[in-house]
């Protein structure tokens, strides 16, 4: 069975968001853990986190993806952004053991002039800082559009951050199909093409999510602007085929497209899920 759903608020709690999945035949969600711009994050209420387990049970959610917030930039040059991003990191990380097990995903972050490698570095240093042994969380690095000084852009950059993090068993990719679409990877033409070369650079071993995303600009455009399943360039067929490809079919699928309410999503899940049976 195809595993898929949709970013929802979190505002209403854990239970709130499990029930609003069900309700669009989601069988797991994302979520922001606090404020996308930043900002503190609710308490966590024990019953909420008690009523999400029994309904998540039976509704067959397994997995969720928590997303952290835009602005932490564990690659800022400035000390405060630095001090923001390893304060805000190591916080949601003790709060995803509410919900042991889950999976984590955060924007690298932009290397603003430094250079890529100096990005890379600050990135591996916080993850050094704020993995401890025995979280059960997965915390995942997301592939991205390469726009502006955005690192992570290539294959090899997302390598290299691993590649310096001490306790590497806890982190994993989540790709995205817009970001990838964006940094010239063409997961339209030649999907098999971009997941070997995920496997010699990465590892597909690593990959642990995918935020299915159509993309409003053209193959290699650096930009980041998502679109609807099917109105952007990558087009429905591609990206159905993303979700049925036999190294990602079983990979938990997040909908972050522009929707005005929650019945596009529910639209968009019945027909991803219509081809993929
Ligand atoms: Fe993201
Ligand atoms: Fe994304
Ligand atoms: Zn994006």
């Given at each position: 069975?195809?595993?898929?759903?949709?970013?929802?608020?979190s505002?209403?709690?854990?239970?709130?968001?499990?029930?609003?999945?069900?309700?669009?035949?989601?069988?797991?969600?994302?979520?922001?853990?606090?404020?996308?711009?930043?900002?503190?994050?609710?308490?966590?209420?024990?019953?909420?986190?008690?009523?999400?387990?029994?309904?998540?049970?039976?509704?067959?959610?397994?997995?969720?993806?928590?997303?952290?917030?835009?602005?932490?930039?564990?690659?800022a040059?400035?000390?405060?952004?630095?001090?923001?991003a390893r304060?805000?990191?190591?916080?949601?990380?003790?709060?995803?053991?509410?919900?042991?097990?889950?999976?984590?995903?955060?924007?690298?972050?932009?290397?603003?002039?430094?250079?890529?490698?100096?990005?890379?570095?600050?990135?591996?240093?916080v993850?050094?800082?704020?993995?401890?042994?025995?979280?059960?969380?997965?915390?995942?690095?997301?592939?991205?559009?390469?726009?502006g000084?955005?690192?992570g852009?290539?294959f090899?950059?997302?390598a290299?951050?691993?590649?310096?993090?001490?306790?590497?068993?806890?982190?994993?990719?989540?790709?995205?199909?817009?970001?990838v679409?964006?940094?010239?990877?063409?997961?339209?033409?030649?999907?098999?093409?971009?997941?070997?070369?995920?496997?010699?650079?990465?590892?597909?071993?690593r990959?642990?999510?995918?935020?299915?995303?159509?993309?409003?600009n053209?193959?290699?455009?650096?930009?980041?602007?998502h679109?609807?399943?099917?109105?952007?360039?990558?087009?429905?067929?591609?990206?159905?085929?993303?979700?049925?490809?036999?190294?990602?079919?079983?990979?938990?699928?997040?909908?972050?497209?522009?929707?005005?309410?929650?019945?596009?999503?529910?639209?968009?899940?019945?027909?991803?899920?219509?081809?993929?049976?």
């Amino acid at each position: 069975m195809l595993t898929i759903g949709c970013h929802l608020s979190s505002s209403k709690g854990y239970e709130a968001m499990a029930r609003a999945a069900a309700s669009i035949d989601a069988d797991t969600f994302q979520f922001f853990t606090r404020n996308p711009r930043g900002g503190k994050a609710k308490a966590i209420d024990p019953a909420d986190v008690a009523a999400f387990e029994r309904r998540a049970a039976e509704e067959g959610i397994d997995v969720i993806l928590a997303h952290a917030p835009y602005t932490l930039n564990p690659a800022a040059a400035d000390a405060r952004v630095q001090d923001f991003a390893r304060a805000t990191f190591a916080d949601d990380l003790a709060r995803m053991e509410a919900t042991p097990g889950q999976l984590y995903n955060f924007h690298p972050g932009s290397h603003v002039k430094q250079g890529a490698d100096v990005g890379i570095a600050k990135i591996a240093a916080v993850l050094n800082e704020v993995l401890a042994p025995g979280q059960t969380t997965t915390v995942l690095l997301e592939t991205m559009a390469g726009k502006g000084t955005e690192v992570g852009g290539r294959f090899e950059e997302l390598a290299a951050i691993i590649g310096q993090v001490e306790l590497d068993g806890q982190v994993g990719v989540c790709l995205d199909t817009c970001h990838v679409w964006d940094a010239g990877y063409d997961i339209a033409g030649d999907l098999d093409g971009v997941l070997e070369e995920f496997d010699r650079v990465i590892g597909l071993g690593r990959l642990r999510a995918v935020h299915l995303n159509d993309s409003l600009n053209p193959l290699g455009a650096r930009k980041d602007r998502h679109a609807a399943i099917g109105e952007g360039h990558i087009g429905f067929e591609a990206l159905s085929a993303v979700t049925r490809h036999e190294a990602l079919r079983s990979l938990p699928f997040f909908l972050e497209t522009p929707h005005d309410d929650i019945s596009g999503y529910a639209d968009e899940i019945a027909r991803l899920r219509a081809a993929w049976e």
